[in-house]
């Protein structure tokens, strides 16, 4: 089954969108599934995915919205919440929004990572789950 997923994100969406009655949901649901793009939108200093599975060794594609209108955001990824140590060309530069931003890297180690927005970190964090 985690194969099949492999074959790409516009799969997943797919599957994610067959089983969604409401398509507000549909983006949460996609990141259940281990995915290689996402886009996670920054308003209201809040991220609106806060977790989410990629295969690893696979390469990384997000983008990030941030719809906050002259407030700095960007998404940085460490190995656990203490944020003490960086993922290797897994961050954004802080810049105001409306701005998207786009990073890719390749997804490290199976495991659970950190990101956040090193502007707010308490209010704008997740959880990057590699499998
Ligand atoms: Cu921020």
């Keep these: ?5 492999l074959f790409g994100p516009a799969l ?4 994610a969108a067959c089983g969604d009655d409401d398509g507000d949901d549909e983006s949460q649901a996609a990141a259940l599934d281990p995915v290689t793009e996402i886009t996670i939108v920054a308003q209201d200093i809040d991220f609106d995915i806060e977790e989410f599975k990629a295969p690893t060794a696979a390469s990384l594609t997000i983008t990030v919205v941030n719809e906050d209108e ?4 960007n998404i940085a990824f460490y ?8 993922i290797d060309g897994a ?3 802080l810049e105001d929004g409306p701005i998207v931003q786009e990073l890719v890297f390749t ?4 495991g659970e990572y950190y990101y956040h927005c090193d502007a707010h970190p308490v209010l704008m964090r997740g959880t990057l789950i590699v499998e």
């Design 91 to 93: 961050s954004t530069e």
């Design 79 to 86: 190995t656990d919440d203490s944020a003490d140590e960086a």
């Design 107 to 110: 997804v490290p180690a199976p």
């Design 1 to 5: 089954m985690s194969r099949l997923l």
């Design 70 to 73: 002259n407030v700095p955001h």
């Design 12 to 15: 997943v969406c797919l599957l």
